[in-house]
């Protein structure tokens, strides 16, 4: 439990980012802006450089976008769609517009001035819109439970569809850090962005409980629970310690794990 916000925030960030489905729109979005050579582009490069260029910027304006969105969209989950998409636009935004001056200096030794920076912002925010609304679209379609993951018996668990899926086995705990919800299974644990109760309401069949404001235990995976005072603390098949509070220690008890 040592991770810090930012740090979560950044692994989510580059897990997108790297998405086999995420590379392949981006490298076709380079590719169609490359054929299309908007902005004058195509005046000024010739189709080889032109489909560099528009795939370097591609992947820099929508790693920075995303990176905006993995940021702050923990601190904006109160704001309705339409307020959460503006405010990271406006982020998103200025931090495109110093990088697409950067890369239109190394490329054409341009720098706006006078009226052109109007333009040049008002097509940088048009663009900004246009990556934040791809990019709430494209998580959730790539967050989304899938259907076929989904088993007849009641024992599969919905929560381990959000998860990698190479860390996908039995459950053995959910705890909440910062805004998000660690998963912990057999086979490794993967953090998501959800309340610890909606986490919960997903874990199907599989029996356990809260045990704790922030924690939520399988109970056929702890392999130890002793006492602390009026508390008390289960270890886990994975070897965590996870604290009873006072009022769970009932459920513990009636699941046989406390004498």
């Known amino acids: 439990m040592n991770d810090m916000h930012p740090q979560s ?34 005046a000024q490069l010739s189709l080889a450089p032109r489909l560099v260029y528009w795939l370097i910027m591609a992947v820099l304006t929508y790693g920075l976008g995303s990176l905006c969105d993995a940021l702050l969209r923990p601190w904006l989950v109160l704001f309705s769609f339409a307020l959460r998409v503006a405010g990271l636009a406006v982020a998103t935004g200025f931090s495109i517009s110093g990088a697409v001056v ?44 899938q259907p076929r993951n989904k088993a007849p018996d009641a024992q599969v668990s919905r929560i381990l569809t959000r998860i990698a899926h190479d860390k996908r086995g039995p459950l053995v705990a959910l705890s909440v850090e910062d805004h998000y919800v660690r998963v912990q299974t057999t086979k490794g644990e993967d953090l998501i962005l959800m309340r610890l109760s909606d986490a919960i309401a997903e874990v199907g069949a599989t029996p356990g409980a809260q045990v704790h404001r922030s924690h939520w235990v399988a109970f056929d995976q702890v392999s130890a629970a002793r006492r602390q005072g009026d508390r008390a603390i289960l270890t ?23 004498p």
């Open 236 to 258: 886990l098949s994975n070897g965590t310690d996870i604290p009873v509070s006072r009022p769970n220690v009932s459920r513990i008890k009636e699941a046989g794990l406390l």
């Open 102 to 145: 950067i890369v239109n200096m190394l490329a054409f030794g341009w720098m706006p001035g006078g009226t052109e920076w109007f333009r040049f912002v008002g097509a940088t925010f048009a663009i900004a819109a246009i990556i934040t609304v791809g990019i709430a679209t494209a998580r959730r379609q790539l967050e989304a439970p």
């Open 9 to 42: 925030a950044l692994r989510e960030w580059w897990a997108h980012l790297s998405h086999p489905a995420t590379l392949i729109i981006l490298v076709g979005v380079g590719a169609v802006m490359g054929v299309a050579g908007p902005f004058d582009t195509e």
